[in-house]
């Protein structure tokens, strides 16, 4: 029996231990498997051919899985896969690190300047779809000029090497443009050359500021009105020289427009000279047959459209005040100063001011649409920041944006209920109207502008005021298929209509991320922004640099063939600045932006400047 036990035994202990050699065998067969199938399974989802539970790709390829900005087929992107930004930072899941979303806006910036390098330089814009160029701004190198404090910023010592040398041989005087937009010369290519002399004091920066500078006095010329005139008017030069190098035009039919819009028919094909601001009330033109006075102009001009816009005459305050600052020199900013004046008298119905000024004989009369949005916008911004830029001595401006603030509170703000959501909609209203749910993108700089002011000391309720408004410009991006923001929206109970349909790669939305978290430390502003950053990438890229979007609610859409300078200058520098976690750069402390994002300084040493 214990021989038969014995054997019994024996055969059970093998047959135990083949069970368990099969088990072992096929479990390493089994987690083999799994691994083969896991590692298969995400290939296809970053190659995207798997599809989410909606039935949509689950995210763009090259994009990590934290991507949360709305599902587009592969139709849709701008660019063929191996033209866009591979954003790979994924590690056991994790979504990435701020520094790493840094430097995925940085090599975007470096991007899109290389491309204007290689097929736009010395130019305005670059055209990505056709390899090519526009002047429609000042023909100057508005993009190269624009970009300057960006480049600096991002450490990009190569490519702001090339853009001073270029600038050795840049003047005014080389216009392409027949006519150019005092503002837009003002704002993006003074403020971005008094930016950069005073990060580097490259003396060169400092000349050629000078010279734009000289050139916008030149619009200061009503003493009655102290308007500037809106116009820079350029032409040909002759082969004469002026002395100054400022040139008039040399005939009075020749679109003499001066500072409110007035146009005159008629032309002259004699050889013309260079540009005039000259305002309507008197001007004087020089021409081969010498110089001549008129006491008005000529009697055949329209006076149909006498009348200026409130920003483009309130928003050179801070560059030409920075250029006294810098030069030493008062001539700018005591011009600014009694603009500043003549403005904040028409700032009379509820502490807001109308989008136009018209000219009626010996006044000025304000028209009766209030807004926030085009015509007005960085009017308010300028408000708080010339006291700031003051280092919080010009009081007047400080008041004058208290009575804004709750202007704007008071008349423009409406909480709509959009598909049972609660929406609060800066609008826009005529006198005594009620004020209409439409949402200009340009109005989103408002919420930076507020938190900007609580930090410096506003109530609490500016801050409130700006977390109801980017919470409203945000929906604008997450409620469109491609993921971007509208340039028109109106909000109705049964959801958004969008009324323009383009994205011109505006960055108001973004600086008001990039400000609220400053200001509140809330991550949600940084998530925000990278889906924000992402839709960018997705839909705008191209092999050739950025475009602007046709359609935002077209997953398909067309792209418009044209990369505004203001997508490197603000738009990608306020990504940039939103994942940039030491808040000694661009310190709010010692610095304040402009409205082309370039920092100016709070000028610490005051003079008298207001």
């Not at 097929?119 to 990505?128: E, F, N, S, T």
């Not at 001009?301 to 483009?312: H, I």
Request: hydrophobic share 35%.
């Amino acid at each position: 029996q214990d021989g038969e036990r014995s054997v019994w035994k024996q055969w059970y202990q093998r047959r135990v231990r083949g069970i368990r050699m099969k088990l072992y065998l096929n479990r390493k067969k089994f987690l083999l498997l799994c691994g083969v199938v896991m590692v298969f399974t995400l290939l296809a989802l970053n190659a995207g051919w798997l599809p989410d539970a909606s039935g949509s790709t689950s995210s763009p390829a090259g994009f990590p899985m934290d991507f949360k900005a709305p599902s587009l087929s592969a139709r849709a992107r701008a660019a063929p896969k191996n033209c866009m930004l591979e954003i790979d930072c994924r590690r056991y899941y994790q979504a990435c690190t701020t520094k790493e979303k840094q430097n995925y806006v940085r090599e975007a910036y470096r991007f899109g300047w290389e491309n204007y390098h290689k097929y736009a330089w010395g130019h305005d814009h670059l055209k990505p779809l056709s390899r090519h160029y526009d002047d429609d701004l000042l023909g100057l190198g508005a993009t190269l000029i624009d970009s300057l404090s960006g480049l600096l910023l991002m450490d990009l010592k190569d490519e702001y090497r090339k853009s001073l040398e270029w600038l050795e041989n840049f003047s005014m005087a080389a216009s392409k443009k027949s006519e150019a937009s005092l503002f837009e010369v003002c704002i993006r290519i003074l403020g971005s050359l008094v930016s950069a002399y005073y990060t580097t004091r490259d003396n060169i920066l400092l000349e050629k500021a000078r010279e734009v500078g000289d050139v916008a006095m030149k619009c200061y010329t009503d003493r009655s009105w102290h308007i500037p005139n809106i116009h820079l008017q350029f032409r040909g030069i002759s082969a004469e020289s002026v002395p100054g190098g400022i040139f008039p035009p040399n005939d009075p039919h020749e679109n003499v427009k001066g500072g409110f819009g007035v146009s005159c028919s008629g032309h002259d094909e004699r050889s013309c000279l260079h540009f005039s601001c000259d305002p309507i009330s008197s001007f004087s033109v020089s021409t081969s047959e010498g110089a001549e006075s008129y006491a008005a102009p000529p009697t055949n001009c329209s006076y149909s459209y006498c009348q200026v816009e409130v920003a483009p005459v309130g928003t050179l305050a801070l560059e030409l005040r920075a250029l006294s600052h810098v030069s030493g020199d008062d001539t700018y900013w005591k011009a600014v100063n009694r603009t500043g004046n003549m403005l904040l008298k028409y700032q009379t119905w509820h502490g807001l001011v109308s989008r136009r000024l018209y000219r009626d004989e010996n006044r000025f009369v304000s028209s009766s649409d209030v807004s926030t949005g085009p015509g007005v916008d960085s009017y308010y911004e300028y408000l708080l920041k010339q006291w700031v830029q003051s280092n919080f001595k010009a009081t007047r401006y400080k008041t004058a944006y208290i009575k804004a603030v709750n202007g704007i509170r008071d008349q423009l703000m409406v909480r709509v209920r959009s598909r049972g959501k609660p929406i609060n909609v800066l609008g826009h209203r005529m006198y005594n109207v009620s004020v209409t749910t439409e949402l200009h993108h340009l109005s989103c700089f408002l919420p930076a502008t507020l938190a900007l002011g609580y930090y410096y000391g506003m109530p609490k309720d500016h801050l409130t005021l700006a977390e109801d408004i980017i919470n409203t410009c945000y929906f604008m991006y997450e409620s469109q298929p491609t993921g971007l923001s509208p340039e028109l929206a109106i909000f109705r109970y049964d959801g958004l209509s969008v009324s323009q349909t383009e994205n011109f790669l505006r960055p108001e939305t973004i600086e008001s991320l990039f400000v609220m978290y400053r200001v509140t430390r809330d991550p949600v502003y940084r998530e925000w922004g990278w889906n924000i950053f992402q839709a960018f990438e997705r839909v705008t890229r191209t092999c050739f640099g950025y475009s602007t979007v046709q359609d935002v609610t077209n997953v398909n859409t067309a792209l418009l063939d044209k990369m505004e300078s203001f997508y490197l200058a603000e738009t990608l520098k306020y990504f940039y600045l939103l994942f940039e976690d030491d808040f000694s750069v661009y310190s709010f402390d010692q610095i304040v932006l402009n409205t082309e994002a370039h920092p100016l300084p709070i000028i610490k040493d005051y003079k008298g400047y207001y």
